[in-house]
């Protein structure tokens, strides 16, 4: 990273922080980076409980079998919901508000490049979240028709899924809105000095992700609006009588669904690439490569989607085509994996929290990855395809992958966020219950698929019992602990020890060595000189 | 690697960041209604239309608000050579995220002509599912019993194609006088980009109710019917944003805004119409003529 | 045979062949509690084969880099004094890594190449069988080979009191229908699926064998079963509320087991066809409009008929039901189309003969509270059939 230069501390504060509005109406107006960073990441907490709560109803009736909790039109409805506000609500927005926070900074940009475009961008979010709720109150409720909103199940479904449609509409525009910005601000706002070569990698984890993001978010906008017209409209997309077909539904889906698990672990991977050196002390190993690595998954992402449909009942070649596409992936996958593994490699290490939370979004990540590439083979995929194999597998790449390097993220930068420390010691038990309990959770639905128990029932064989027993208990085992992370974040802004200028002895870019901890609200007004 | 878009000594030393403003929250407000709306009027719920209405008034109030500001910052001279390379980037990324949504369509196109008709006309399906379907494009299904007329290439889409591509040399001349302060000449040809996209959805108009009247095609015709009222609808959609965009520019070309040097809501709506100028590129050849 | 797969190496082959069947723990067992259902076809097998295959290769590599990384947490901690070192790249090892990975995967596709080949495979079937999804039934039909001609549906046979706590579970739960399907044993089977609703999928674990099911489509795929026995499965495709409730039981017999099933099936489907003609007394079409209920309609109306509003309308009390017959008989046999889009109450007239679609209209008019007195018979059905 580019040498320290001068340091711009303690510059103007001339003008009002809060441009004239205060109270609420300084939340709703804001264009400041990092107010709009904090109101991503607090709704994506707020979802990820919502959601959290719909995966323990579905783990509640699923600890038994018979039906205990709820009937089976709601628990539809509850995975529908879990999967959708997980995805869309929790992970997602929890990475915009870390490219909101750290891009600017990271960089040495005054702010995001459209910053009330920002501001619209994160306002989408909360009314997007209310139509999906209101589904639930709508005669027929929610859609129950599964994340992926397969067709023509979703023809069957009542007004919920209309409202669910044109949540994701809007949901859809506010990430392309966002994304555009997020490239835009990275491709123009940078410091003299600051070559794309020498940002840190989570930015360029971000330029591609938000790239994936602009080129797979309209396709979804087609998919769900195909699906509204199928349902109100007479045509007839996804209907064989009109000579269309409920299969393109998918392939149209999972043209977007593909890249959109990536949209989801490229900004981790960014997040796990600022904490692995700073911990080590060390620069992280192999940066160019890791660019490139990033690259190629980024571009494989895009002709691999059928590997979801190896059962419609492609023809050979096909199947073919898609399944070595899709073991491909697992080579700039393996780069990334190894050079983390190097840059620790001789390092002088300690593990704090953050470091803690990084090494195991590694170590089960990995394990995700591989279950992921037993799936991506076809005779594999054919027996455990819909089943809780799947379940396990993308738990694994989205749980304690995306989640554990949000969790990574959030501990590194609270500091220079707040200008408070965390409870370290909490933040361990934090971690350690989260490992313990996620793999409780989640492991044995490795098992669970495997001796065949299909995905989105709630009712089983009882041979699956003590699986489902010890999962259900992982699980609000996991959701318990997670109101400790809470408990540490409030803590930590309310009377957290002042936190010094730099409390990361390794870390090295811009907001740590340029800025003052907390960062003032307004960073960079003028570029910083970086040799 | 290249030094990014722009380099330090074309920067000013600030980039303009703008001061907080209700004009997103209102429009997020707009979205929420107008979208409740519709899903009210699609299943027949009379009320809808107040909530639609409502929204789609408050979006309109927005835009008018927001880019009346920015209108406003724009002539005050608060946007530098730095701000002007965001915008471009924007709008590019802006228009590709557009060529992805009609990629979709297009895909469906695709997907339905190469695939499901043919796959549905197949001997097990014709000896087990549907007996006598041919599987020809144009298409509309094996359970579609009436008949209809396709579009024909050669009449009034010929006709819009040229239409559509004189209003791209159209704009480009504006453009080139404004480049070269010709301001009567860009007037000029401003209007003339727009009276050419009025007459191209004049004719769409015609077009959809002679289908609707006399061809007996329907967005309900099956699968030719559902992709071609799609992907020439969206268009239409896109027409009449660029018209009203284009109309906004006049406007202020009358009004005497824009520099040779500094216009880039100009060349924004310029590259928009190029855009929607090529996607109908691709309906003519795909959806009425091959 | 077409489907074994050849590895340079049999006795890599074999270690692997001896851990599967270790792991599978004792020889019939019908199903697993950590791994595959023990196969009981040739692809079944390979399936089984290629999961050890990429848990021992992936198990290697995991091992390896984790063996690394716990390694240098171990050696290079700071609190053990390690300084750290300032190298952060090496082309070549950056080569090394990025190409026997590349290497590794194409080892891993490629034995699974010869087995999508051999799925697809679907000629020269001895007998084959279509499969229809229903919500949330399956239908059989037997359309070519021994047994032509045979049709049938399967339902879940499991009771709802198993289901709602009211009565013990019993060993079969969930997992046993009314009417299973049943084949002969060695023989290759070609299951062709389609669907009349929405997708489902139909899936037999032992045999390797998962195809969707998809409405206005032909799909096919196949199994040829080498040893005899009952086995398992469930729709593996989200398909509306029961979706967990539509069971796959699959009967494997001996050849002469099969030919006398045949027989005793033809004999009983002749026995059983209703007789539309004659005229049906009110207790007779109540008692057979019983079971059709229980079949088909409580999943949506429920035993008690109160259904579940508003999703699924009651029909105790209905006006619907207490009204004239022929609106009635016309909503069973062609279902509700609302606004051009069919609802949840799809058309019966293709899965239920005239004689069921009288006898459940006249038992749902005179049960619970609904007492019109009136017996519906199958030749008024029989008119308004269009
Ligand atoms: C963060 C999200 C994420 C990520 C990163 C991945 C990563 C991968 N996924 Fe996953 N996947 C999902 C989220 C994700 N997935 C979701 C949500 C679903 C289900 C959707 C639904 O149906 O609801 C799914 C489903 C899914 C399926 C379909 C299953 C089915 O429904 O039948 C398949 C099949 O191929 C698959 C494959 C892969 C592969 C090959 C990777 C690879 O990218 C993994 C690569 C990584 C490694 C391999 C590990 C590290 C590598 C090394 C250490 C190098 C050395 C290794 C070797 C040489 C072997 N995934
Ligand atoms: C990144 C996304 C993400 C995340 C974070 C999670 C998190 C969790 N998921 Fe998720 N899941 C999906 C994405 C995600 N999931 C997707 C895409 C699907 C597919 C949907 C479909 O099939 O359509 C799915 C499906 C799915 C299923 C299968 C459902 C089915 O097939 O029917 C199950 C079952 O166990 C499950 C469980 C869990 C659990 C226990 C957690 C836990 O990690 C959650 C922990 C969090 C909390 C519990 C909330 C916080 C705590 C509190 C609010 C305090 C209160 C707590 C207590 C009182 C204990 N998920
Ligand atoms: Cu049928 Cu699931
Ligand atoms: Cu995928």
């Known amino acids: 990273m580019s040498a320290v230069a001068d340091h711009v501390h303690g510059h103007g504060h001339a003008h009002d922080h809060h441009g004239g509005y205060r109270g609420v109406m300084r939340w709703i107006t804001t264009t400041n980076h990092k107010d709009i960073g904090t109101l991503y990441l607090w709704f994506s907490f707020v979802m990820f409980m ?3 709560v719909m995966a323990l109803v579905i783990r509640a009736e699923l600890f038994s079998p018979g039906l205990q909790v709820v009937d089976p039109d709601f628990f539809n409805q509850m995975t529908t919901m879990h999967g959708l506000i997980m995805v869309f609500g929790a992970i997602m927005p929890a990475f915009v508000g870390f490219a909101n926070w750290q891009i600017p900074m990271m960089i040495g940009a005054p702010d995001m490049a459209f910053a009330r475009l920002n501001n619209w961008s994160f306002w989408l979010l909360p009314f997007a979240a209310l139509l999906l709720i209101l589904s639930f109150f709508v005669p027929g409720g929610a859609p129950g028709v599964g994340w992926t909103l397969y067709a023509p199940l979703t023809v069957q479904m009542g007004i919920g899924m209309d409202l669910t449609i044109f949540a994701i509409h809007i949901l859809g525009m506010s990430s392309i809105l966002g994304s555009i910005n997020i490239i835009t601000t990275i491709l123009n706002m940078r410091a003299p000095g600051m070559t794309l070569m020498k940002m840190p990698l989570f930015c360029w984890t971000w330029l591609i992700t938000a790239y994936l993001l602009v080129a797979a978010m309209p396709v979804l906008a087609g998919a769900v609006t195909m699906t509204l017209t199928d349902r109100h409209f007479g045509t007839t997309f996804f209907n064989a009588a009109g000579g269309g077909d409920p299969v393109l539904y998918q392939h149209i889906f999972w043209f977007f669904g593909h890249p959109e698990v990536y949209i989801i672990a490229l900004p981790a991977f960014g997040v796990i690439s600022q904490v692995i050196p700073a911990f080590s002390r060390k620069p992280l190993f192999g940066y160019a490569s890791m660019v490139y690595a990033t690259a190629a998954i980024a571009i494989l992402s895009f002709i691999v989607w059928a590997h979801h449909m190896y059962t419609v009942g492609m023809p050979v070649t096909g199947q073919l085509f898609f399944m070595y596409a899709t073991t491909l992936i697992a080579v700039p996958t393996g780069v990334k994996v190894f050079n983390w593994v190097a840059t620790m490699w001789r390092g002088s290490l300690t593990f704090e929290t953050p470091m803690l939370f990084a090494i195991g979004f590694l170590f089960l990540f990995t394990m995700g990855g591989f279950t992921g590439l037993v799936l991506s083979l076809v005779p594999i995929d054919i027996q455990l395809h819909d089943t809780y194999y799947v379940v396990a597998h993308f738990h694994y790449v989205m749980v304690a992958g995306a989640l554990f390097a949000a969790f990574a993220g959030v501990y590194f930068w609270l500091p220079k966020w707040t200008g408070r420390m965390y409870d370290e010691t909490l933040g361990k038990w934090h971690f350690w219950l989260s490992m313990i309990f996620f793999n409780i959770t989640f492991f044995v639905q490795h098992f669970l698929g495997l001796a065949g128990m299909p995905r989105r029932i709630p009712d089983y064989p009882l041979m699956f019992e003590t699986w489902n027993k010890i999962s259900s208990i992982g699980a609000f085992g996991f959701g318990l602990s997670q109101l400790l992370f809470l408990y540490i974040v409030l803590k930590a802004i309310r009377s957290g020890e002042k936190a010094p200028e730099k409390p990361w002895e390794g870390a090295d870019s811009l907001e740590w060595t340029h800025l003052p901890t907390p960062a003032p609200y307004h960073s960079f007004e003028t570029a910083p000189v970086l040799k | 690697m290249a030094q990014g878009a722009t380099t330090p000594h074309e920067r000013q030393a600030h980039y303009w960041v703008p001061a907080p403003m209700p004009w997103p929250i209102m429009g997020s ?71 992805m949504f009609f990629a979709a369509f297009f895909g469906a196109l695709f997907y339905v002509r190469v695939l499901s008709v043919p796959d549905l006309a197949s001997i097990t399906h014709r000896e087990m599912l549907w007996p006598g379907f041919e599987g020809h494009w144009p298409s509309a299904g094996p359970a579609f019993e009436e008949k209809f007329t396709p579009m024909a290439a050669w009449g009034i889409p010929a006709i819009n194609t040229l239409l559509l591509l004189s209003s791209g040399v159209t704009v480009t001349i504006a453009h080139w006088a404004l480049k070269e302060n010709r301001r009567g000449m860009l007037n000029l040809f401003l209007l003339l980009t727009i009276l050419l996209g009025v007459v191209f959805l004049g004719l769409q108009v015609y077009e959809y109710g002679h289908a609707y009247a006399e061809l007996n095609l329907k967005l309900s015709t099956g699968a030719y019917g559902s992709t071609f009222f799609m992907l020439t609808g969206f268009h239409g959609f896109h027409v009449t944003v660029g018209v009203i965009m284009l109309t906004v520019i006049l406007l202020r070309c009358l009004a005497g805004h824009f520099r040779p040097d500094h216009h880039f809501a100009f060349e924004g709506v310029a590259w928009y119409w190029h855009f929607v100028d090529v996607v109908w590129l691709g309906l003519f050849v795909f959806v009425y003529w091959l | 045979m077409a489907t074994t797969i050849h590895c340079k190496s049999t006795m890599l082959r074999t270690a692997f062949a001896a851990i599967a069947l270790a792991a599978a723990g004792s020889a019939g067992a019908i199903q697993s509690k950590y791994n595959l259902a023990p196969p009981v076809t040739a692809i079944a097998r390979d399936i089984h084969w290629l999961h050890w295959m990429m848990l021992i290769i992936c198990g290697v590599i995991f091992v390896a880099v984790f063996g690394v990384m716990f390694y240098s947490i171990w050696a290079h901690r700071k609190s053990k004094g390690a300084q750290p070192a300032d190298f952060h790249e090496s082309t070549k090892v950056e080569v090394v890594w990025t190409v026997i990975p590349f290497l590794i995967v194409i080892g891993m596709a490629l034995p699974a190449t010869k087995t999508v080949v051999a799925m697809k495979d679907t000629t020269n079937a001895d007998l084959t069988i279509k499969v229809t999804g229903y919500q949330w039934k399956w239908g059989y039909d037997y359309l070519k080979g021994e047994g032509e001609g045979i049709s049938f549906m399967s339902r879940l046979a499991t009771p709802r009191e198993q289901i709602e706590g009211r009565q013990a579970k019993g060993e079969h739960y969930l997992l046993e229908v009314d009417n299973e399907l049943v084949v002969p044993v060695g023989k290759k089977v070609r299951v062709l699926t389609t669907a009349a609703d929405v997708v ?59 030919t006398k099933w045949v027989g005793e099936k033809k004999k009983q489907l002749a026995a059983l066809a209703d007789d539309p003609n004659r005229p049906w007394t009110l207790a007779e079409l109540k008692a057979r ?77 005179n049960n619970w509270g609904n007492q019109t007195g009136d017996a519906v018979q199958p030749a008024e059905v029989k008119a308004l059939r269009k």
């Open chain 1, 50 to 52: 919502v959601g959290g």
């Open chain 2, 29 to 99: 407000i707009a979205l929420f209604l107008m979208a409740l709306g519709a899903v009210f009027v699609f299943n027949s719920l009379r009320a809808g239309w107040v909530s639609l209405a409502a929204g789609s008034m408050l979006l309109l109030y927005m835009m008018f608000r927001w880019f009346g500001d920015v209108i406003r910052e724009s002539e005050g001279g608060r946007y530098g050579r730095w701000e002007d390379v965001s915008f471009r980037w924007g709008m590019s990324w802006f228009i590709f995220s557009e060529v």
């Open chain 3, 200 to 258: 489902h999928s139909w899936w037999i674990p032992a045999f390797g064998t998962k195809q969707d099911a998809i409405p206005g489509f032909i799909r096919d795929t196949w199994f040829r079963a080498d040893k005899t026995g009952v086995y398992r499965g469930q729709c593996v495709e989200l398909c509306g509320k029961e979706h967990g409730f539509m069971p796959i039981v699959v009967r494997v017999v001996s050849q002469e087991d099969y």
């Open chain 3, 289 to 365: 409009g019983e079971k059709v209920y229980a079949a088909n309609c409580v999943a949506c109306h429920q035993a008690n008929g109160k259904g579940a509003p508003p999703a699924f309308p009651a029909l105790d009390g209905s006006p619907l039901v207490l009204g004239p017959k022929e609106k009635q008989i016309d909503i069973v046999l062609n279902g509700v189309v609302k606004d051009g889009k069919p609802t949840a109450m799809a058309a019966f007239g293709k899965q239920l003969n005239d004689v069921e679609i009288a006898a459940v209209i006249t038992f749902t008019r």
